[in-house]
């Protein structure tokens, strides 16, 4: 009898452990959550409260001085969230104001040797090709 206990007690262990092993992994992954989202949040709340503020300016309930001052404050921090905003696009954006930096192009190298027609490499500076007979540039220094 007792051993009939024990084995269901394992059971009923080991069917918890299974329920809690599924369930972390069926959890689902948390969703990337975007850049802008909490900038977007607080544009919006900016916003929301522009809006609020408006309407007490128009009720009554708000001095022009204390209207005029909140509106202010409220559309500079819009400004900082709208910055940030662009900011962090241009941190995103492959063409971004910030291109990263190009390779320099490699200089044509004027090489005396080298005919510049048909690339023929001599020993010495010549004044024509001995491969294709066309003039071969040499730098004059
Ligand atoms: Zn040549």
């Not at 051993?3 to 269901?8: D, P, T």
């Not at 916003?47 to 309407?55: G, K």
């Not at 910055?83 to 320099?104: M, T, Y």
């Not at 023929?120 to 003039?135: I, M, N, S, T, V």
């Amino acid at each position: 009898m007792i051993i009939v206990i024990v084995i269901a007690a394992l059971i009923a262990v080991g069917a918890i452990a299974f329920i809690l092993t599924v369930r972390a992994k069926d959890l689902p992954e948390p969703e990337p959550v975007s850049p802008f989202q909490h900038l977007d949040e607080r544009k919006a709340a900016i916003y929301e409260n522009l809006r609020d503020l408006q309407f007490e300016y128009r009720v009554g309930k708000l001095s022009d001085n204390d209207y005029q001052q909140t509106k202010k404050d409220l559309q500079r921090e819009l400004a900082g969230v709208m910055a940030e905003v662009d900011r962090i696009k241009l941190q995103l954006s492959p063409n971004g104001a910030v291109p990263p930096p190009r390779p320099a192009e490699p200089k044509p190298v004027v090489d005396p040797l080298t005919c510049p027609h048909c690339g023929a490499k001599f020993a010495q500076a010549l004044k024509f090709c001995g491969e294709c007979g066309k003039a071969m540039k040499v730098a004059h220094s």
